[in-house]
């Protein structure tokens, strides 16, 4: 089977996506969409996003992270599906789509794309987490995914690879883990950012959920105020805004840019499965 994909990036967070408003992708085949995700000999993407029926919103968005394990929703494929969608005809300028964090709203503008994001929850302030003789102090957050947010004096002395996948995985958040979110804080309302991803297993070149868990950390312990501008790994910026409501981060968007890399076909039936997917 032959697929037309668009590849895209959203501030650095790449993604494959597929119009699959037929419903013949067999997204349920992790092993396969894993091979499909994986670079060098697949695509190479952060993510695989399809444009599927809904009977709730102008169109699904299934988000399949690189492990082909579908995964709640990603801010930054939330701003790309939303450009994606409108080119294909799934959806005008403003639109609705369904995710498995409910349905949420996207409008493309002249600044990039702008998506309303879930209400964040499950807050833990200020926690201690202990790994191999070190204590990470930070504070949980759910912003549509799991995140550890990790305030860190200088980010670019930070080893991602080897600090995050440690508390990924830490008893602390089982059993689903977390995403692990290092920031350092500038003024005014400014932020830098870099992400352990959940089933990327490594760091991405942005993370949306990310911005926006640190931005409500900043807001609700470092004396932020909204709009909050985070500044990627990828080296672009993304903007958090929203409402601030009862001591708390509430209506929260996610601006940003949008861009199309490229076009192409990917025949699923000579997809190379190797070992180091199965």
Not at 34 to 52: D, H, Y
Not at 215 to 232: G, S
Not at 233 to 253: F, M, N, S
Request: aromatic share 8%.
């Amino acid at each position: 089977m032959k697929l037309n994909f668009i590849k895209m990036h959203g501030a650095g967070n790449d993604f494959a996506l597929f119009d699959d408003r037929d419903g013949h992708i067999p997204w349920q085949d992790h092993i396969l969409m894993a091979a499909v995700a994986t670079r060098r000999t697949g695509i190479g993407c952060e993510g695989l996003v399809l444009v599927q029926p809904s009977t709730r919103a102008d169109f699904r968005m299934r988000f399949l992270n690189p492990d082909g394990a579908e995964a709640e929703m990603c801010g930054n494929a939330a701003r790309c599906v939303a450009m994606f969608a409108h080119a294909i005809g799934a959806a005008g300028r403003s639109m609705t789509m369904e995710t498995r964090c409910g349905v949420m709203d996207a409008e493309l503008t002249d600044h990039g794309v702008r998506v309303w994001m879930p209400e964040p929850d499950q807050r833990r302030y200020n926690l201690e987490i202990p790994v191999d003789g070190t204590v990470w102090q930070g504070h949980f957050i759910r912003a549509g995914v799991p995140h550890f947010v990790v305030p860190v004096p200088e980010i670019g002395d930070v080893d991602v690879a080897r600090d995050g996948r440690a508390l990924r995985r830490h008893a602390a958040f089982a059993p689903e883990g977390t995403n692990v979110s290092f920031v350092m804080y500038k003024a005014p309302n400014r932020m830098s950012l870099r992400t352990f991803e959940r089933g990327v297993e490594a760091e991405s070149g942005a993370c949306g959920t990310g911005a926006v868990a640190c931005a409500v950390v900043a807001v609700e312990t470092a004396d932020f105020t909204l709009p909050v501008r985070v500044r990627t790994t990828a080296g672009y910026e993304l903007l958090v805004d929203g409402d601030w409501r009862e001591k708390q981060c509430t209506g929260l968007t996610l601006t940003g840019p949008a861009k199309e890399v490229f076009r192409g076909v990917i025949d699923l039936d000579t997809v190379e499965m190797g070992d180091e997917i199965v």
